[in-house]
């Protein structure tokens, strides 16, 4: 335990320079307590919609949507699970908020509450659907570019990659542009690349320093 932490604790609990170390101390808590809470409602969906393909008679990446798996055989394993990661990013959105972070964990909110949107209105529901994949792929993406002002290198130029890599992605699926690869595959380039941040981004908070 560092020196100065033992006289904090030790004799001047009130001292400023003791206050300041408690907050700094609280805020890393907050932000890796945010960072697990990340990790398993990512890990847990990742894993999940690999199962879902898995059980789901002649599902293919390239042909079908994502939000298939919502409406078939495997809509029991997927629903529940995108329903649950909305729930962990919301959660961890709370986390940033309390750690003194203002405009991303709105960002990640919304971005949650579209993932829960995505569970709770199966493709059959038309435009509940896609307003809810919108918010959790589009704003999804923005938060990943806007997290770049809140790492430090070389993690905040891969966020900016793996944000815009969706956003582009988003546009080419409304226009129907594939590039060969089905709409399927352009829509995995639209999730995909928010999964690696969102575990790169959860593996920097649980290593949160300050």
Known sequence: MPEKWLRCTQFNVFHPNCLGLEMATSKILLLRRAGAIMLLGVGQFTLM????????????VANNWISDLGVGPSAWI??????????????????????????????????????????????????????????????GGLAAVYSYRLQSSPLRYYS????????????LTALG??????????????????????????????????
């Open 49 to 60: 919609v690999i199962l879902a393909e898995a059980l789901y008679p002649g599902y293919s």
């Open 78 to 139: 997927f629903n529940p699970s995108v329903v649950f990661l909305g729930l962990m990013f919301i959660a961890a959105a709370y986390f940033l908020n309390r750690a003194g972070w203002r405009i991303y964990p709105i960002l990640q909110t919304i971005a949650g509450i579209g993932a829960m949107g995505v569970g709770l209105f199966p493709e059959t529901t038309g435009t509940p659907h896609i307003v809810a994949a919108f918010l959790a792929f589009g704003i």
């Open 160 to 171: 900016l990659v793996l944000g815009a890599i969706p956003i582009i992605a988003l546009i």
């Open 177 to 210: 542009i594939t590039f060969g690869i089905g709409k399927g595959g352009v829509e995995r380039m639209v999730m995909y690349p928010i999964i690696i941040w969102s575990l790169a981004f959860a593996g920097y908070l649980l290593n949160a320093k300050r």
